[in-house]
């Protein structure tokens, strides 16, 4: 059973434009979320995070935000760059489940075309 | 660079065999968490240890096992390997009580032939 989903394996999105990735979870347990982002031959690397105490956390050209009514959270990139291209992987993890263990979507890969 | 080191890189073995992977985690980081990422699947949490006490496990084998030394380094053996075992594996560290980011090392990608 898949806790957290990202339903969409692909996306392709010009330079400049803006690059939405979604991710759905169903674990209402979960009150942290956190976005990495892989390049080919390298470990994820952490890109942004969100408490569930909020609705929204920016940084720079990179914005998550978190419906918890609808157990959905979005990052959004503005505005693209080639150098975005990876695969991007939501993740989820319980502050009270006695672990700080992350639940991990299978990714979205990302390429931004000049 | 995370900071955090894997080795080998790469591994190939043939069905049956042993293998350690090993990981050192970030200097002053006190909990290491392994994951495995099998084809088109995201990271499946395996284990985490905590200054050298298992502290969580998820979907691992029994045929797996970790352990992590007083140098707060770990090592993830694998045995009587299957070719449903090739996958990518990743160490990843973070602070104490850290419900923010984890770190991860550049994987060891395993092959089994």
């Known amino acids: 059973d898949q806790q957290v989903k990202q339903n969409s394996p692909s996306l392709s999105v010009q330079e400049g434009r803006i690059s939405i990735l979604n991710c759905d979870y169903t674990?209402?347990?979960?009150?942290?979320f956190l976005w990495y982002k892989k390049y080919p031959a390298e470990g994820p690397t952490f890109l942004i995070s969100?408490?569930?105490?909020?609705d929204k956390n920016e940084d720079g050209r990179f914005t998550v935000f978190l419906n918890k009514s609808a157990k959905h959270l979005s990052l959004h990139i503005v505005p693209s760059q080639p150098g975005d291209s990876a695969v991007y992987f939501c993740a989820a993890g319980e502050s009270q489940g006695g672990s700080e263990k992350l639940v991990f979507g299978k990714g979205t890969k990302l390429t931004v075309n000049p | 660079d995370s900071g955090v080191t894997q080795t080998p890189k790469h591994l190939i073995t043939a069905t049956g065999q042993r293998v350690t992977l090993r990981c050192s985690p970030r200097s002053g980081d006190l909990s290491v968490y392994w994951y495995q990422q099998s084809l088109d699947q995201g990271l499946q949490f395996l284990i985490q240890y905590y200054n050298g006490e298992e502290r969580a496990k998820g979907n691992i084998l029994e045929r797996f096992s970790a352990q992590q030394f007083p140098d707060l380094h770990s090592e993830l053996n694998l045995s009587s390997l299957e070719l449903g075992d090739s996958a990518l594996y990743f160490c990843?560290?973070?602070?104490?009580?850290?419900?923010?980011?984890?770190?991860f090392g550049p994987g060891t990608r395993l092959t089994v032939l």
């Open positions: 674990n209402s347990m979960f009150d942290y």
């Open positions: 990843a560290s973070s602070v104490v009580d850290s419900y923010n980011e984890q770190f």
């Open positions: 969100i408490s569930s105490i909020k």
